[in-house]
């Protein structure tokens, strides 16, 4: 006699193990079976632990998001599906229409195209301004201002914000700050030691460091203000996947080191360049040229950070022809990955400015922005300043 065939539609039971697994487990699961109705109310209630439906939260979220708490010195941050989910839940769970905010002039683009295209569609009005410059942000707030959103390091020409000004300036008036740490990072930046109430990041880039992973992380220090952000990113969707998650944990097991080595490269590379014929200049904060130098030493200390800039003399033509000298280093438009990668932005994010707008912010046919990685420096050198020659040729 053999048994009634069984249905491979129930689900079977985890094997047990007395021991644990010493690595993240990936749970993917959406839904969680509860015991009972009471049992639920339970959970939902507080006074017992428990996931119910992964867009209100899963293991490998909480799991990753209690690890850039750590780095940020705070507790409760919620991570979502990309950088840009992070930076919609901080704005749509703060503000209301009427209200007015302030942001950098040379935020993300896409950050930069929600103040300027989408938030003033929703009865939000928005202004920009030079966060390097205290006078022109002190203008520019408004008596509805109820949020600054800035980078403290800028993208691509890496001008650094006068973050004690606008700390000071946001307290007194009563307006929430707000930090999009991504390229800093808390290595080399934690903004709520400096005054800020709202923190920010891509971690698709330094953090996750592997460009395989796109998600992002929001904290704010007030409970309240931290619940109106997460509530946010529930009811929108802004959710991350458990497995993006799970990468993105694996990834911050080395985010020390990576950062460690891509910052030391950097300054390596920053002055090599420096000394190559057919560089005209080189931009990186912890140089002495640099126009913020002295801000940059007193917010970072001893960091620098692992992004730099320079231009090519010889405009478009050796743009091209540097790329085409050195494939193995990757020609695309992210930052954070191990690996250095190059971005031209008059080519991708920037292309949407007239030349003349380029111009002003110094960036010109021949500007590459260098996301250091964390091969050895000497190959690095070598690779570049044979494409640089390349070009010059
Ligand atoms: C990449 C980036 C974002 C957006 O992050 P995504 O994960 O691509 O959505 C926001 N801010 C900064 C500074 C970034 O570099």
Redesign the pocket.
């Known amino acids: 006699m053999t048994k009634p065939p069984r249905t491979l539609v129930r689900r079977t039971a985890w094997p047990e193990s007395a021991s644990r697994p010493v690595v993240t487990p990936l749970q993917p699961s959406v839904v969680y079976a509860a015991e009972s109705p009471d049992a639920l109310d339970a959970q939902y209630e507080g006074r017992v632990p428990g996931y119910a439906y992964a867009r209100e939260g899963h293991p490998n979220a909480d799991v990753l998001a209690e690890k850039i708490d750590g780095l940020e010195g705070v507790s409760g941050g919620v991570v979502t599906g990309?950088?840009?989910?992070?930076?919609t839940a901080v704005m749509l769970g703060c503000l209301k229409a009427g209200d007015h905010v302030l942001g950098g002039d040379q935020?993300?683009g896409?950050?930069l195209r929600m103040l300027t295209d989408d938030l003033p569609r929703l009865g939000i009005a928005t202004a920009l301004a030079d966060p390097t410059d205290i006078a022109a942000i002190e203008a520019a707030l408004r008596p509805e201002t109820r949020l600054i959103l800035i980078?403290l390091v800028s993208?691509p020409t890496l001008r650094v914000a006068d973050m004690e000004g606008i700390a000071a300036l946001a307290k007194k008036r009563g307006i929430l700050l707000a930090v999009?740490n991504?390229?800093t990072t808390p290595r080399a930046f934690r903004p709520f030691a400096h005054g800020a109430d709202i923190v920010?990041?891509?971690?698709?880039?330094l953090l996750a460091g592997h460009s395989d992973a796109?998600?992002?992380y929001a904290v704010a220090r007030d409970p309240v203000l931290q619940k109106a952000i997460r509530d946010t990113a529930v009811t929108l969707g802004l959710t991350p996947s458990p497995f993006d998650c799970w990468l993105a944990e694996r990834g911050l097991y080395s985010f020390e080191l990576r950062y460690d080595r891509a910052e030391e490269n950097a300054a390596a590379l920053a002055e090599a360049l420096a000394g190559m014929p057919g560089v005209e200049r080189v931009i990186y904060p912890a140089r002495a040229d640099h126009p913020d130098h002295a801000r940059a030493a007193a917010l970072l200390g001893r960091r620098s950070g692992n992004m730099l800039s320079f231009e090519l003399a010889g405009g478009r033509a050796a743009a091209n022809a540097f790329t085409r000298a050195c494939p193995q280093i990757a020609f695309a438009p992210?930052?954070?990955d191990i690996g250095t990668t190059l971005s031209h932005p008059p080519s991708s994010s920037h292309r949407a400015l007239s030349p003349e707008a380029r111009a002003a912010l110094g960036i010109g046919e021949g500007f590459f922005r260098v996301s250091v990685g964390v091969e050895p420096a000497e190959l690095l050198i070598e690779e570049i300043g044979a494409a640089v020659a390349a070009a010059r040729a």
């Open positions: 990309s950088g840009m989910a992070a930076v935020l993300y896409r950050s980078e993208n999009d991504t390229f920010i990041h891509s971690v698709t880039k796109t998600l992002g992210t930052l954070g």
